[in-house]
């Protein structure tokens, strides 16, 4: 067997075979060691270098080929660091609201969304990867509505909605550059692009699966279905979605670009400029959406939308500087994001009006919670300052000044909602009943924090490996 294949392969048999046995205990301890597995075998590609695999032998375009390279590495490495860091935060006892067989379901649909985050990453071709995607969205569908209450089926429904409608776009262009190119494999797609005989044809699939992604990935005004997706869902689903589901779709997102249409095709139709403009208004309008929110998570899943759009300023900018920043940020933000939603989880409520005395009642949670908050801020010392750091000097040397001015306010406006965050924890409350976290949330909480400190003061290897990738792209 292609050890390409088994990032996405590992999990994705593991899925059924959960549901078979069954068990709380056993089904998490299954999905752990299964992520874990597939961990091993992503750090065993690094060791591979640049490979690609048509399976069953049959070569492209008629087969189907996985392709690994510098640029998706990371992203698969993220998948699965994500994955087993979500796993932390739902051990069966934090499951508790649901009844048996639910928790092995669960855990089912948890390796499935991983197993298909993976395939997206390294398949080599355009329809394997509407696909792929449609996997990971199924089964996220599933997992947010999970989520305890109501409110979360509300959440679940309306990503259901967009995250069709998203899909449909995919695969609305692949089939549209089918047309023009009479392939699905993207390498073979780039190459027939220029002496294709339907150039409408091209633009018009091009800009369906750009749409598609920039929904995915939900970049704005594509981002409703995210704060309700990542604040009702339960915690381990918003440590896997904050951590990789996002940043899987901006990945594909960017493969598509550079990998299929090239450089020169986007600047002929503008699509750098699209970039800038919906980039700026997500920082501005995440930032501003963030200060107004009353709950933990929520006001995280506000930020998020302002962080894609930091991402998205890297990627418009069509360089390699802006490609090398878009993915040291996508790594970092994954860091610390999970880590904050890993604190938020097993608070008695995320509500803003209860963090004051936080520090009284569990002084870890507290400490790693500021840390956190202030690596999201960019505080120098921390992997936060490092991604936004290098993101400016990328965009100004690009020449987006828009992009720099709006990246500043959006800056100052963090500088509000992590007070938010921040202050409160340590003001003196009179409830000092301590709060009872399990130890893998601790470890959890505490390997987050350990990243975000020790990439900020040493962040060289992290940027050697965004620099291949972004070499890679281009």
């Keep these: 067997m292609n050890s390409l294949v088994l990032p996405a392969l590992i999990p994705l048999l593991t899925a059924p075979l959960i549901v078979l046995i069954g068990g709380r205990h056993r089904a998490w301890l299954m999905a752990f060691i299964s992520l874990g597995a597939a961990l091993l075998s992503v750090v065993h590609l690094f060791s591979l270098g640049d490979s690609q695999n048509a399976l069953g032998g049959w070569a492209a375009p008629v087969g189907i080929t996985y392709v690994i390279d510098a640029a998706n590495r990371p992203i698969l490495l993220l998948i699965m660091l994500a994955g087993l860091l979500g796993l932390l935060c739902a051990p069966p006892e934090r499951l508790a609201w649901l009844e048996s067989p639910r928790p092995a379901i669960f855990y089912a649909l948890y390796c499935l969304c991983v197993s298909g985050l993976a395939g997206i990453a390294s398949t080599g071709d355009a ?9 990971s969205s199924l089964a996220t569908y599933a997992l947010v509505a999970a989520g305890p209450g109501r409110k979360a089926l509300r959440a679940a429904f309306q990503y259901l909605v967009l995250g069709t409608l998203g899909g449909s776009f995919v695969l609305l262009g692949v089939g549209m550059l089918y047309m023009a190119t009479g392939s699905l494999n993207m390498a073979d797609i780039a190459a027939l692009i ?3 005989p339907l150039p409408n044809a091209v633009l018009v699939g091009g800009a369906f699966v750009l749409l598609g992604f920039m929904l995915k990935s939900a ?8 704060p309700g997706a990542y604040s009702r869902s339960p915690n381990a689903v918003a440590v896997l979605l904050a951590g990789s589901g ?6 594909a997102l960017s493969r598509i670009m550079f990998g299929v249409f090239g450089v020169s095709w986007l600047v002929a139709h503008q699509v750098d400029k699209i970039l800038l403009i919906l980039a700026c208004a997500a920082m501005l309008f995440g930032s501003l959406g963030a200060i107004q929110q009353t709950r933990l998570k929520a006001l995280l899943a506000w930020s998020s939308i302002a962080q894609i759009g930091y991402i998205v300023l890297g990627i418009s900018t069509l360089s390699e500087a802006g490609l090398r920043a878009a993915w040291v940020f996508m790594l ?20 803003l009006e209860n963090l004051p005395g936080l520090a009284q009642r569990d002084p870890l949670r ?11 801020l960019g505080v120098p010392l921390t992997a936060g300052f490092v991604s936004k750091w290098l993101m400016l000097q990328a965009a100004w040397d690009s020449g987006a000044l828009l992009g720099v001015i709006v990246f500043a306010v959006s800056s100052l406006l963090a500088v509000a909602y992590v007070a938010r965050i921040v202050l409160p924890i340590w003001q003196h409350s009179d409830n000092t009943q301590p709060i009872i976290t399990p130890p893998t949330i601790r470890l ?6 350990a990243a975000a400190l020790i990439f900020g003061v040493w962040p060289g290897p992290v940027i050697e490996l965004c620099q291949r990738a972004a070499e890679a792209l281009l």
């Design 194 to 196: 220029p002496a294709s």
């Design 219 to 226: 970049l704005f005004p594509l981002h409703q279905w995210l």
């Design 366 to 376: 507290a400490a790693c919670m500021t840390l956190l908050a202030l690596a999201l």
């Design 332 to 351: 970092f933000h994954a860091v610390i994001k999970g880590g904050l939603f890993v604190c938020a989880s097993g608070l008695p409520s995320d509500r």
């Design 127 to 135: 329809f394997n990867v509407f696909v792929f995607l449609e996997i």
């Design 246 to 251: 996002t940043k899987v779709s901006l990945y």
């Design 444 to 449: 959890a909480m505490l390997l987050t924090t």
